[in-house]
Every structure is written in structure tokens, then in C-alpha cells.
């Protein structure tokens, strides 16, 4: 067999030398196109815009009970079910495929077989890679009376629009009760402390008894329907031939969980009086970030910002992280300037769950220590994920915001303002239990308010991991 010329040998050699110089090039190009519009980020909105969020919603009529446990979260949430008539609304970063998962599912299986019609939005990344193709995820795109669809879905032909995600939290019941918060619909969130994959949360319920535009609940699904017609894409909404048996043996299963749930908590099944179980508030506001994907305008950091510096004597947060870029730094100074108590608790290594995050912690621990506030580590034996503010005696924040420069300039997030004496004491105490648990990490604290909490061991690994990324996640910190 005789050889190819030598000259066509180098030819071939040429291109492909070639081909492997491009590659390369094409490889920076689109790295470039996902990571360069989220490293220029807007500037402040005008300010009218962030106080006109926080206009307050006053009626008489407006109740409201923050859930504090996982426990009280998932009856909450299945009692609204359980109770609902004519609609159920689910926006959230992810619907597990888990036992908390699966039993939100069976009720809302059962409400959908009754004529209720149910509508899920979850995040198009994380949302779908945890339900994608499951059994789980065919019972809830495929009954007559559901739906399910994905927010920007990941597309590799639109890197820019990659990194934009769905981070809401809320579920809304006959446009009447809605909850607010931080908890995606998961094992996380929804089982007792002492559960292996527990994480500490908080949720606002509202109940409203005039179902009219001052009701937070109709408000929030005008804010649903406008991202679902926009920005939801269609989930699977038939089940493979192949699927068919396997799922409609899922699908019996869920029936059985809820028959089971039922004989176990029948009261979780009878009419709600929502009424004594929330108290009367004075008046809310309610907080988004614009729902395009792409980078955003901090309109909702800005309004928290407008809403701290009003603030007379103290401002209590918590808050999983704090993940600053310049802009929010001058901010935080701004609002530290003020003669009052700024007290933050955010997750120590040991107890978070987010090693980015605490990667970045270790590189801007100096700058944040600098600002004149009273840190706080959490040494719990779980994770803190509760996205919360206190302010003076009558305000009180709860949703979906990490006080970092994702949730500020990249995710759809959304908070709500509650005006409330009561409502603010049941948030004081929750905050004062978890800061008890804490322990201090700069010096705007004295040396007597040392509450004797001894920081919580981290396991060499998880340690070893945080130290080798800190110095590289500089680079993306503003995504992560």
C-alpha cells in the first residue's frame, strides 16, 4: 500500500495544527460571552424606583404567621392545598425528588383530581436537573389539571443568558394565602433539625380576608402569570410509552402517601381557620428584582438599602453569606454610618454548606471585618439559610435575597416587608436563639458580650477544599 506524498502529509499537519490554534481562541470567545456582562454591572436604579417598592400596602384585612420550622413549613404548605378550591401557584428554585418532595406532590395530585388547577415555576438549571425525566416530573407536567414549566432553560447557543436564574420562593393558594421565604420544596427544608440534610429557614404566611388588589397574595400572582407567560418554558408534558407503567406505579404511590398522611394528620385536612393562626399586620411592601434574564438592575438591593437607612436603632440580618463588590460595600458603609445596632449572622465554614461562598469569605474577610458591625458565625449543627432582616421594633423582612452580588445584579429574587409590633417580636426572639449560637467575629463587639459559644470543628476535607478555591474564585465570584 503505498504512502500518501509528503507534501499532502504537511498540508493535513497545517490544518490541524490550525484547527487546534482556533479551538482555543473559540473556547476564551465564549467564556468571554457568559462571564463579561455579569463582571460590568449596572449602577443604582434611580432612586424613585426602589422607594417606590417599598410603598406600604395598608388594609385591615391583612394577616400574617412567620414558620419557623421545616415541620410547621411543609403543614402550612399542605394545609393550603388541602384546603384550596380553585388554584394553586409553586415559584421555586427546585421541587426534590425526595420524601418532602414527593408528599407536597401527592397533595397536589389530589387537588388537581378534585378540578383545582396547579401551575409550577421552577428555576431552568437546577430546577430541571432535579427533576429531569423523573417519574416525579411526569406526574407534574402531564395531569390534565397541572402544570409544570422551567425559567430559562440552559441553552449553550446563548451563553450570556446562561447564568440567569429563578431563585423565588413562594406558593399561593386561591389568590387568598401566600408564603413567602427561603425554602425551596426539599428535604432541606421541610424535615425536623435533627435530619441529616436539615437547614435552618424562616417563611412569612399572609392570609388577606378581601381577596383585592391590597392582598399580597393577588398581587404575587399578577408577578406569576407575568413570568410564566414570559419567561416558562414548557416542561415534559407526555410520558414515554416505555414510562407509562413505572410511572403510573409512582403515581399510586403518591396516592397511598396522601391516603396515609390523611389517617396520620387529618387535621391537616380540614377547613383552615387561618385566622387564629396569624395576627393582624399594619401594612407590607413587597420587593422584586426585574424578571428578564440577563443582567439586572439592583432594584430590590437598592430598596433594602432605602429601608436599612431608615432604620432608628438597630438592624438585625441574617443571612447565609456575604459576598460584596465595591458598590455594595459603600452601601453597607452608608448604612453602618448611621448611630445605631447592625448585627449580622451569617454561616461559619463548619456549619455552611456553600464552599464558594466560604472560599470568597476567607478573601474578603478583613474588608468585611473593617465595617463597623457585629458579625456573627453561626456554630449550629446545621446550615443557615434563612434571608432575614429586623428593623427597630415594627419591621420585619423575609424571602428569597442572599446578601450577595448574585441576588443582587443576576437571580429573580423576592422579599416582603412586613409592618407588624408582633410579628417583629416572634422574628426577635428566633434571631436572638440563633445568634446564641454564634459566636463573634470582629471587634465592634466587646469583650463582654462573649456568650462563651465554642466555635464549631470543620472536617479537614471540607476545610482543605474552602482553602484551594479561595484563591481562584476571584475570578467568578460575581456568578457564584
Not at 221 to 240: V, Y
Not at 334 to 347: F, G, Q, R, W, Y
Not at 440 to 451: F, Q
Request: net charge neutral; hydrophobic share 45%.
Amino acid at each position: 500500500m503505498s504512502r500518501p506524498p509528503k507534501a499532502l502529509t504537511r498540508n493535513f499537519n497545517k490544518r490541524r495544527f490550525k484547527i487546534w490554534l482556533i479551538i482555543p481562541f473559540l473556547i476564551i470567545f465564549y467564556l468571554g460571552a457568559f462571564l463579561l456582562p455579569y463582571a460590568f454591572v449596572p449602577a443604582h436604579p434611580a432612586q424613585a424606583k426602589a422607594q417606590s417598592l417599598l410603598k406600604p400596602i395598608t388594609h385591615e384585612g391583612n394577616r400574617a404567621a412567620i414558620l419557623v420550622t421545616g415541620e410547621e413549613a411543609l403543614d402550612a404548605r399542605i394545609r393550603m392545598i388541602a384546603n384550596a378550591r380553585e388554584s394553586i401557584i409553586i415559584s421555586s428554585y427546585l421541587f426534590q425528588d425526595d420524601e418532602s418532595g414527593h408528599l407536597v406532590a401527592s397533595a397536589l395530585m389530589a387537588a388537581a383530581d378534585r378540578g383545582v388547577q396547579v401551575r409550577i415555576l421552577m428555576d431552568g438549571f437546577m430546577g430541571k436537573v432535579h427533576l429531569s425525566r423523573s417519574h416525579l416530573s411526569y406526574v407534574l407536567g402531564t395531569h390534565e389539571n397541572m402544570q409544570l414549566r422551567y425559567y430559562n432553560p440552559i441553552n449553550v447557543l446563548v451563553p450570556m443568558g446562561i447564568n440567569s436564574r429563578h431563585h423565588e420562593k413562594f406558593m399561593i393558594s386561591d389568590a387568598q394565602i401566600i408564603v413567602f421565604g427561603g425554602r425551596n420544596i426539599s428535604n432541606e427544608f421541610f424535615t425536623k433539625p435533627g435530619h441529616p440534610e436539615y437547614n435552618d429557614d424562616l417563611d412569612i404566611l399572609v392570609f388577606s380576608q378581601a381577596p383585592d388588589e391590597s392582598n399580597p397574595a393577588f398581587i404575587m400572582s399578577k408577578h406569576f402569570e407575568s413570568m410564566w407567560s414570559q419567561w416558562g418554558s414548557s416542561a415534559l408534558t407526555k410520558i414515554p410509552p416505555k414510562e407509562a407503567f413505572a410511572v403510573l406505579a409512582f403515581e399510586r404511590g403518591l396516592q397511598q402517601d396522601y391516603l396515609d398522611l390523611c389517617l396520620k394528620r387529618p387535621e391537616l385536612m380540614l377547613p383552615a381557620d387561618w385566622i387564629k393562626q396569624t395576627v393582624p399586620i399594619d401594612g407590607l411592601a413587597i420587593l422584586t428584582n426585574p424578571a428578564g434574564i440577563g443582567v439586572k438592575e439592583p432594584v430590590l438591593w437598592a430598596a433594602l438599602i432605602d429601608l436599612m437607612k431608615q432604620a432608628q436603632e438597630r438592624i438585625w440580618l441574617q443571612t447565609p453569606y456575604l459576598i460584596l463588590n465595591r458598590s455594595m460595600y459603600n452601601d453597607m458603609s452608608a448604612v453602618i454610618a448611621k448611630p445605631l445596632e447592625l448585627s449580622v449572622l451569617i454561616n461559619s465554614r463548619a456549619s455552611g454548606n456553600n464552599f464558594i461562598a466560604s472560599a470568597d469569605f476567607l478573601i474578603q474577610k478583613t474588608n468585611i471585618k473593617n465595617l463597623d458591625m457585629n458579625l456573627n458565625e453561626f456554630q449550629g449543627d446545621h446550615s443557615v439559610h434563612t434571608k432575614a432582616l429586623l428593623i427597630d421594633e415594627n419591621i420585619s423582612v423575609f424571602g428569597s435575597f442572599n446578601f450577595d452580588i448574585r441576588s443582587a445584579y443576576i437571580n429573580t429574587e423576592t422579599m416582603l416587608v412586613v409592618y407588624s409590633d408582633q410579628i417583629n417580636q416572634t422574628l426577635k426572639k428566633h434571631m436572638e436563639d440563633m445568634f446564641a449560637l454564634s459566636t463573634p467575629l470582629n471587634s465592634a463587639l466587646s469583650d463582654d458580650t462573649d456568650n462563651g459559644v465554642v466555635p464549631k470543628p470543620i472536617d479537614f476535607y471540607k476545610d482543605l477544599k474552602i482553602h484551594l478555591l479561595s484563591p481562584l474564585v476571584w475570578l467568578v465570584r460575581f456568578i457564584v
